[in-house]
């Protein structure tokens, strides 16, 4: 049965409830290694899953602003329609029509920006940023 990426491995949980004082120079540290190298495998994984998470919202964000890099597009036409057509009697129906789609184009735009993430993979830089400080201050003890 394979192991979920974010549960500890079972000879790691085992290796943690061996009493310190039992234990030789060299097996602690074959089990410091090994706990650091399932921090490091536990860690790997949630990173490539704040990854994908990230990835899908700026799949999301992407969307949107191309939506609205489109939708500019056509704003730009129904001006140069409107400049057309003010030659003529319709100026005004034009206009309304190119400054609605300026509107469409702004919000749009505005909800595709929020999307987009801030703080690339923040959870994994917090999670990172407490494992170094704990580890800071398991060796200090």
Do not use: C, W
């Amino acid at each position: 049965m394979a192991n979920s990426p974010f549960q500890p491995d079972p000879v790691f949980r085992n290796a943690r409830q061996l009493p310190a004082d039992d234990l030789s120079t060299g097996e602690l540290l074959r089990q410091t290694l090994d706990e650091t190298k399932e921090l490091v495998r536990l860690e790997v994984a949630l990173a490539r899953e704040d990854l994908r998470s990230e990835l899908k919202r700026a799949k999301t964000a992407g969307i949107l602003l191309g939506i609205a890099a489109a939708l500019a597009v056509v704003a730009i036409a129904m001006f140069d329609v409107a400049v057309i057509i003010a030659l003529g009697n319709t100026v005004s129906a034009a206009l309304i029509v190119a400054f609605l789609v300026v509107a469409e184009v702004a919000v749009f735009g505005f909800i595709g920006y929020r999307k987009l993430p801030k703080a690339p993979l923040q959870r994994t830089r917090e999670r990172l940023t407490s494992d170094v400080r704990e580890l800071k201050e398991h060796v200090v003890r």
